[in-house]
Structure formats: C-alpha cells, structure tokens
C-alpha cells in the first residue's frame, strides 16, 4: 500500500528560526511530490519534485528529494508567523492508469514571535 | 478568479442521511479529485472522475459515489451517513493528459466543505 509518512507532526518555534520539515515515502510508480501549505482549507501548492539532488527555492523556502533514499525535505528559513500552518507533503502516484496523490499526515508548524 | 469552486462550505447532517457536495473546477481542467481531510489528518483520495467517468477509486466504501457533468464539474454523494465521515472534503482540479514541470503545473484545490454528522 501506497505510504507517505511526515515528520514532525507537531514543531513550535520562534520567530527567525530555521526549520526542517521531513517527508519519507514508499509508493509503486512514483512521479512527483508535492509539498502543500495549509492555513484554512485549501492546500496552496509549493513546490513539485521530480528530480534527485535538485534544490527548488522560492523565497525563504526550498526543498529537496532523494529518490534513492525515497525522501524529501522542505526548509524555510528565517521564519514569520506567517509561515504558522500546516505543511502537507503528497506523493504522485500512477495507479491503474490514472494520477493520485498520496498524502502525508501532515506537519503542522507554529511560529512565535 | 477561475480557480476551484466548492458548494456549500458548511454542512451539518444527521446520522442515516445523504448529502451531495459540488465541484467546480479551475477553468481549463478536465479532471476532478476528490478528497477526505479528517481532523488532524492529511487528505485521504476517495476517486477521480474524467471524461464523466470514474478513472480511479481510493478504500471507501459504496456509500460514497460520484458523478462528472459535460462541463466537467462534478458531486459526491454520501449515503447513510456516519458520525465518521465528518470532515472537510476537498476537491482538486487538474489536466489530465501530461504536463511539463512549471509553476503552472498541477492540481488546485477549492476551499471545500466541511461536513459535519451529529
């Protein structure tokens, strides 16, 4: 069965901090990940990885995959309590000729000031 | 804005009914998913429809269906409904032949409905 697993679930830190969220993932035809940030209800998308050792950044945020080692982080630098969500990261699967995405359970991430 | 549009937002229903959730999808996307997002929890993929229909289904049971108009949109309908399928249910739109890695890549998701079984 398809698994996307994150950690931590919980992380609480302070304003200018540096975090480093984790996301693991065992999945039958791989073809992307995704990492999406959720503040109410609609996951707005980040980033989409397909490549090994290829660091995407958009801002205070970048993100890597491993697919040897079939995980992926998400680091944001600097943080802003604007960044306090939570940070779902997803697996595309290819299943039955169709896309899906695999969810992990999701990181949800406060910052203080 | 031309982005994913869910119907309604809030629901309260009582155990033993049924209910029906809508999608609109972003303009220009074929491929509507939908998603179950329980508290605490990261979505779970319940069944994408294309082309009207049912391209691929997650582990839910029967009581949960769907459908695809012409114009792409499409509805859930829960049956017989349990204090568990409370939460918000998501809807995501997307192409579905091949992309090319860009930023416009991809599924958006709508806002979606929280539903709630008392």
């Known amino acids: 069965e398809d698994k996307v697993v994150q950690s931590p679930l919980s992380l609480v830190v302070h304003e200018g901090d540096t975090v480093t969220l984790n996301c693991s993932y065992e999945v039958t035809n791989f073809r992307s990940l995704l990492w999406y940030k959720q503040e109410k209800k609609a996951p707005t998308f980040l980033f989409m990885l397909?490549?090994?050792?290829i660091e995407k950044k958009s801002g205070r945020l970048s993100s890597i995959l491993d697919k040897k080692e079939l995980f992926s982080i998400l680091n944001i630098t600097a943080t802003q309590t604007g960044d306090s969500a939570i940070y779902l990261c997803?697996?595309?699967?290819?299943?039955?000729?169709?896309?899906?995405?695999?969810f992990g359970q999701g990181t949800r991430l406060t910052i203080n000031p | 804005d031309a982005g994913v549009t869910q119907s309604p937002t809030h629901l309260i229903k009582t155990r033993g009914q049924q209910v029906t959730l809508r999608c609109s999808p972003k303009?220009?996307?074929?491929?509507v998913s939908w998603y179950q997002q329980a508290l605490g929890q990261g979505p779970q993929f319940i069944f994408q429809y294309y082309e009207e229909e049912e391209r691929q289904r997650g582990n839910f049971p029967d009581r949960f269906s769907g459908h695809q108009f012409p114009n792409y949109s499409s509805e859930l309908n829960v049956n017989a409904l349990l204090l568990g399928d409370s939460a918000l249910y998501l809807c995501a739109s997307s192409l579905g032949g091949w992309w090319e890695d860009n930023t416009a890549y991809g599924y958006t998701f709508g806002s979606g409905t929280r539903l709630t079984v008392v």
């Open positions: 303009s220009g996307h074929d491929t």
């Open positions: 397909t490549s090994s050792g």
């Open positions: 997803a697996v595309e699967a290819l299943d039955q000729g169709a896309q899906k995405l695999v």
